[in-house]
């Protein structure tokens, strides 16, 4: 490795502030392992001639680099980014009927530090969640290849289309609540660890023995304009992205002009 790429490596880690010390390294391609075991499939999707696009090339680097399979779709703006949101039970729908066996839906703003379907293997239920706190955070959703699965996501996207105005995970929560508070819930729900939904600079990030999915805020980005002065929010975006973008640099060679769209 030359003196360049540990630069950039360090980078993160060198930021003089009390972030210094929360960030988990992002593997090096020799501290990579490649699972042997069977796995289901990776699907995201993002908007056309957006900054998305290039967040998709980098989760996409991420998980080949793990010999994980990720189908990314791009989709038209609807408009803005709630309503863009809003559109992920559509998408999710769509793949459900086209793929078999277990999907992970995953945000495209984010990377695969590690193979997350030995943990997910483990799991029996009809879809898994992330929650923080009692809040859903749908960044990653594992959804199983069952009845009532495809039926959750015509409900979820059903009051989406009525309410494009509303957070799709606030949506898919009030769903999921409601579900679970009547005398027979449709619907077996598991809970993911925050590993899989790791926000890379989050000081309250509860303590976990590794991390599968780092999510990287591209929100942060989209948004930036709203915030005066110094965004130094934006900054640790930035030098993070940085440092995984050069430990990905060989891998992160698909067009996005090769990738379907929905």
Request: aromatic share 8%; charged share 30%.
């Amino acid at each position: 490795m030359n003196s360049m790429l540990y630069r950039f490596i360090d980078l993160f880690s060198a930021s003089k502030s009390k972030y210094r010390d929360h960030v988990v390294p992002f593997p090096l391609d020799s501290q990579i392992i490649i699972s042997p075991a069977a796995h289901g499939k990776i699907v995201g999707f993002y908007t056309s001639n957006s900054l998305y696009e290039r967040e998709a090339s980098r989760m996409e680097a991420s998980a080949r680099r793990l010999a994980l399979p990720v189908d990314t779709v791009a989709v038209e703006s609807a408009g803005s980014w709630v309503r863009n949101a809003a559109l992920k039970p559509t998408f999710l729908l769509e793949m459900r009927k086209r793929h078999s066996g277990p999907l992970l839906y995953v945000d495209v703003d984010a990377v695969f530090h590690r193979d997350p379907w030995p943990v997910l293997a483990t799991y029996n239920c009809d879809l898994a969640v992330y929650r923080e706190e009692d809040r859903l955070i749908s960044a990653t959703i594992l959804l199983q290849d069952t009845p009532e699965t495809l039926r959750l996501l015509k409900t979820w996207k059903e009051r989406c289309d009525e309410n494009p105005e509303i957070w799709d995970q606030v949506v898919l929560q009030e769903i999921l609540d409601e579900d679970r508070a009547g005398e027979s819930p449709q619907y077996r729900v598991g809970e993911l660890p925050v590993s899989f939904c790791w926000i890379f600079d989050r000081l309250s990030n509860a303590k976990t023995d590794a991390v599968y999915i780092e999510q990287l805020q591209a929100s942060r980005q989209a948004k930036a304009h709203e915030k005066r002065g110094r965004n130094k929010m934006l900054e640790r975006r930035r030098e993070r992205i940085e440092t995984i973008e050069t430990i990905l640099a060989s891998s992160m060679n698909t067009t996005v002009s090769e990738r379907p769209k929905l």
